[in-house]
Nanobody, 125 residues
Framework: QVQPVESGGGSVQAGGSLRILCTAS????????VGWFRRAPGKAREGVAS???????FYADSVKGRFTISRENAKNRVYLQMKSLTPEDTAVYYC???????????????????WGQGTQVTVSS
């Protein structure tokens, strides 16, 4: 199984923006959701946003209105545009893919089966 690859992380000041990219397996039939997750220092990994094959986007409450998940015409490339960043957004961001039957599990870590290595996003105050 080809793991997703994250790119585009980096450092930014509070209030700034950053866009990160997930390049997932080209065998798009193997999954119907692509999700972004993050793990902040000292905290558990949490769901941030996900995108379904049907074109629906799901967001954690903490990022609604600030983050946008989108997919290129090449269905295996999914972006996470992050705006109005705060130091609380500092984390390692992971991309994951999964074949999920219930939309209620769109941000459930356990629903995803293939994970990337992560990319660091650091927001300074």
């Amino acid at each position: 199984q080809v793991q997703p690859v994250e790119s585009g992380g980096g450092s930014v000041q509070a209030g700034g923006s950053l866009r990160i990219l997930c390049t997932a397996s080209e065998y798009v039939e193997s999954y119907n959701y692509v999700g972004w997750f993050r793990r902040a220092p000292g905290k558990a990994r949490e769901g941030v946003a996900s995108y379904s094959d049907a074109g629906y986007a799901f967001y954690a409450d903490s990022v609604k209105g600030r983050f946008t998940i989108s997919r290129e015409n090449a269905k295996n490339r999914v972006y996470l545009q992050m705006k109005s960043l705060t130091p609380e957004d500092t984390a390692v961001y992971y991309c994951a893919t999964g074949r999920i039957a219930q939309w209620e599990r769109a941000l459930d870590l356990d629903a995803y089966t293939s994970w990337g290595q992560g990319t660091q996003v650091t927001v300074s105050s």
